[in-house]
């Protein structure tokens, strides 16, 4: 008598219907969870990625403040900068000329060809 009551209750209609109702629910659950999991990993992956980036730009830091500490930069940066000599240097100082009006001008230059609009027009379209 009870195998007969287990199979009507198992094997029935309806509770086909919930069992399958809980498979759905089951399976939803399960791959939302493997989901979760992959988004987990992706983003633990772009941390170490972060990770690595900034150690090595700490790195590099690192090694600017060691290469900023020494005597031959300070001194560089003192010449440059702040226009500091040693005793018994002397300063010597280059100036750009190249903003200065004694320049020769090119022989194609503007203030040179004094055509009137019209004839620049005509020799632009006709020579």
Do not use: C
């Amino acid at each position: 008598m009870s195998s007969t009551f287990w199979n009507k209750l198992f094997f029935s209609k309806w509770a086909l219907l919930v069992e399958l109702v809980l498979v759905v629910i089951l399976g939803i659950s399960f791959f939302q969870g493997v989901r979760t999991q992959q988004h987990i990993a992706q983003e633990i992956a772009s941390l170490e990625k972060e990770l690595d980036a900034l150690t090595q730009e700490q790195r590099i830091m690192k090694e600017r403040q060691f290469a900023a500490s020494s005597d031959a930069f300070i001194e560089t940066q003192a010449k440059q900068k702040l226009n500091l000599k040693k005793a018994g240097e002397t300063a010597v100082t280059f100036y750009d000329n190249t903003d200065q009006k004694d320049i020769t001008p090119l022989p194609n230059d503007p203030q040179k060809n004094q055509d009137s609009n019209i004839k620049k027009w005509l020799n632009y379209f006709f020579k």
